[in-house]
């Protein structure tokens, strides 16, 4: 859902897959695999955001995006192992999620949850 990318488009040819695809390319930038739409309306919404509320969106909020966006496909590759049991466990998956969504929302800021997805 965040690529943009079906794991039966054409790109994935032999031994490249999606779920491989997401692997190689996290280690250049999350804005290099994400579909471009999610930043567009990142920026379009801080842009209406900022006119409708007299406010100035620093960009540390589209970091904090990134950083979010960073993570949830860190937790889609884990959980996309080719084996089962190298994948997380729901009760894992949730907790991973319940941090991103305080991370984007900035709950715990001071000692709180952060979002640290291994691989």
């Known amino acids: 859902m965040f690529t943009g ?3 039966t488009d054409a790109m994935f040819e032999g031994s490249l897959t999606l779920h491989n695809f ?3 390319a996290m280690a250049e930038q999350v804005a290099n695999i994400v579909d ?10 801080e842009a209406s955001s900022s006119i409708n509320n007299s ?19 860190k937790l889609g590759i884990a959980c996309s192992n ?5 994948r997380p466990d729901i009760k894992e998956i949730v907790t991973q999620l319940h941090a991103i ?14 979002a640290s997805i291994a691989t």
């Open 5 to 7: 990318k079906r794991p």
């Open 82 to 86: 080719e084996l089962p049991r190298d």
């Open 22 to 24: 997401v692997k190689m």
């Open 55 to 73: 406010q100035n969106q620093s960009p540390a909020s589209i970091y904090k995006v990134q950083e979010c966006l960073t993570s949830i496909l």
């Open 101 to 114: 969504k305080n991370t984007l929302l900035g709950v715990g800021v001071h000692g709180g949850m952060r």
């Open 36 to 45: 471009p739409t999610l930043f567009q309306q990142l920026v379009m919404g």
